[in-house]
T-cell receptor
Framework: AQSVAQPEDQVNVAEGNPLTVKCTYS??????LFWYVQYPNRGLQFLLKYITGDNLVKGSYGFEAEFNKSQTSFHLKKPSALVSDSALYFC???????????FGTGTRLLVSP | SAVISQKPSRDICQRGTSLTIQCQVD?????MFWYRQQPGQSLTLIATANQGSEATYESGFVIDKFPISRPNLTFSTLTVSNLSPEDSSIYLC??????????FGSGTRLTVV
């Protein structure tokens, strides 16, 4: 079964420091991978996606992610965290042969001033 | 990308009653998806709704509990019937356009009392 794993329930980082939110995937075939962010009482906001092409994907709000096929990872990164980045982050993968997405368990990012 | 209007944004319902959630899309889309996000949890797909055919439900979800309508290519409803406190969740609709262009509604926060 296709899935994504987010091994960290929470990531704490100080403002101005780089941040990484981890995601690993398990799919058959070529993966379509996504990152979404959810702020309190809000829906999901799209950050970035990898479908094909460059392994380094740049997205919204200064976020980027690196697709690593050998490690089956798609970690979300940002060079300098902001307090306003504090939110819940979800990694997702499209199920091969279908259009539906499977989501990871989510990682709460807390950026301290 | 598509814009989705989801209503209501929140509701408090008595147990045993039903709640119908609506999603209106500003463009025609083939597939619409309905997700549930239980408190503190990730998103779980309830069903995929195609216009002109019955929805396809995921394991653990049944039509009697979560009937879905898809009367045209821009609109869908999800009803959560015979409510119990365990149904208290956020419900989100989603559409996909092109290669990996997923958009989510703002969500409906349901509280069952």
């Amino acid at each position: 079964a296709q899935s994504v794993a987010q091994p960290e329930d929470q990531v704490n980082v100080a403002e101005g420091n780089p941040l990484t939110v981890k995601c690993t995937y398990s799919v058959s075939g070529n993966p379509y991978l996504f990152w979404y962010v959810q702020y309190p009482n809000r829906g999901l906001q799209f950050l970035l996606k990898y479908i094909t092409g460059d392994n380094l994907v740049k997205g919204s709000y200064g976020f980027e992610a690196e697709f690593n096929k050998s490690q089956t990872s798609f970690h979300l990164k940002k060079p300098s965290a902001l307090v306003s980045d504090s939110a819940l982050y979800f990694c997702a993968v499209r199920v091969t042969g279908f259009q539906k997405l499977v989501f990871g368990t989510g990682t709460r990012l807390l950026v301290s001033p | 990308s598509a814009v989705i209007s989801q209503k209501p944004s929140r509701d408090i319902c008595q147990r045993g009653t039903s709640l119908t959630i609506q999603c209106q899309v500003d463009s025609q889309v083939t597939m619409m998806f309905w997700y549930r996000q239980q408190p503190g949890q990730s998103l779980t797909l309830i069903a995929t709704a195609n216009q002109g055919s019955e929805a396809t439900y995921e394991s653990g979800f049944v039509i009697d509990k979560f009937p879905i309508s898809r009367p045209n290519l821009t609109f869908s409803t999800l009803t959560v019937s015979n409510l119990s406190p365990e149904d208290s969740s956020i419900y989100l609709c989603s559409v996909v356009q092109g290669a990996g262009g997923y958009t989510f509604g703002s969500g409906t926060r349901l509280t069952v009392v």
